[in-house]
């Protein structure tokens, strides 16, 4: 089994007044992973990333850092060290200066020191600005010199929260790209939190997607896109069509799901156990796994309304209307001398029996209670 770098156990978060932010958190981290805690804003994130580092106390369970109990231990008796989302430099300090700090504190001397911070310097690519204050670099330079001011005490575990919420779009995506590769250099074990699916998707080994202060799934970025649990996950994960209707039948690991005049025929994921006949069901297909036109091979078949296309890129998405209100998406690979739709125009859309991903209901607080 790989060595655990981080255990969190039946972890509660109560604030006074009793705001409920972090409720059963569980997760297991393993050594030299890259982790993404993903969720909107107010579901937890921070709290949850301030308990691993001893910033906040936890109300309730236990936190494991390498196999030993840190719990009730400060932050300074934990092997983690923590990226804030304002970088919060020192002014009046060089960039030197400010990644030779914690060093300094602890007391290593000078010519240990600057062999650590001139290697540390390199491996973010600031050797050459050394000597400049924080206010005479670009935000991305900033958000690298407190990337090498956390990682020179050697942490076991990094605690990165919002890393690249302040940058703009551009830079977001080569700091996406640096990261990863600083944290695979390194090999320090990773846990950022961020609300931008794309962010954790493209970044993370490991994904812990949260909502209403709950783990709502956790799983490489693969199997989060590609097996969303419950309607939260689906939903939040940007490219899933959600459909909803009544449970008509069951037949093996199949079922029949009635929306008006519509019958559906999709598969129940094995996790899914019990699917009663007359009960609500939602389900969602992935965008790329909807397509236009009638195709016999395709169990589920719908008629929408053209109304939009989405352009990202190279990639291209129809959106129509099924019914007042429920849009499909539809991914395109659109080749310059296809035709497109005029709005309101009638299309067939379809999609395989496979593609349809019967979810369960999104883990609230009082499921717990039951
Ligand atoms: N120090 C605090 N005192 C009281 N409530 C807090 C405190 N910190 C956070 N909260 C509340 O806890 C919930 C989770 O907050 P937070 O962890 O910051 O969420 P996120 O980082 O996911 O946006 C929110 O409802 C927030 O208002
Ligand atoms: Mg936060």
Not at 187 to 193: K, R, S
Not at 228 to 235: G, H, L, Q
Request: overall charge negative.
């Amino acid at each position: 089994m790989a060595e655990l770098d981080v255990v969190i156990e039946h972890v509660d978060k109560t604030f006074p007044g009793d705001t409920r932010a972090v409720i059963d958190f569980n997760a297991e981290i393993e050594h030299g992973e890259f982790v993404s805690m993903l969720g909107p804003s107010g579901c937890g994130k921070t709290t949850l990333l301030r308990m691993i580092g001893g910033l906040e106390e936890v109300t309730r369970g236990k936190i494991f850092i390498s196999g030993q109990d840190v719990t009730d231990l400060p932050p300074s008796h934990r092997d983690t060290s923590m990226m804030f989302q304002s970088f919060a430099l020192f002014p009046h300090r060089t960039v030197f200066q400010n990644v030779e700090f914690s060093l300094k504190m602890r007391g290593m001397d000078k010519d240990m020191r600057a062999g650590k911070v001139w290697a540390m310097l390199e491996t973010v690519g600031l050797d050459e600005l050394a000597s400049r204050r924080p206010s005479d670099l670009s935000g991305g330079q900033q958000q690298r010199v407190a990337l090498a001011r956390a990682l020179i005490s050697e942490p076991t575990v990094l605690l990165l929260d919002e890393p690249l919420g302040a940058l703009d779009y551009n830079l977001r995506q080569t700091m996406m790209v640096e990261l990863k590769k600083i944290q695979q250099e390194t090999g320090i074990t990773f846990i950022m939190v961020t609300h931008s699916q794309q962010e954790a998707m493209s970044m993370a080994d490991k994904v812990i997607v949260m909502s209403n202060a709950m783990v709502q799934q956790i799983g490489s970025s693969r199997e989060i896109h590609e097996n969303p649990r419950n309607r939260f996950v689906a939903d939040f994960i940007g490219n899933n069509n959600m459909f909803k209707g009544t449970i008509k039948s069951r037949s093996g690991s199949m079922v029949f799901v009635e929306a008006g005049e519509q019958l559906y025929y999709i598969r129940v994921p094995e996790h899914i156990r019990q699917v009663p006949v007359g009960q609500e069901a939602h389900f969602s297909v992935r965008a790329d796994l909807m397509h236009t036109g009638d195709n016999p091979d395709m169990a589920n078949k719908v008629v929408g309304s053209y109304v939009a296309t989405e352009f990202l890129g190279t990639l291209e998405t129809d959106v129509f209307e099924l019914e007042p209100g429920q849009f499909v998406h539809v991914e395109q690979h659109r080749k310059l001398s296809d035709s497109s739709y005029k709005i309101g125009e009638r299309e067939t859309l379809c999609f395989a029996a496979d593609s349809g991903m019967l979810l369960e209901e999104t883990r609230r607080p009082e499921d717990l209670e039951r």
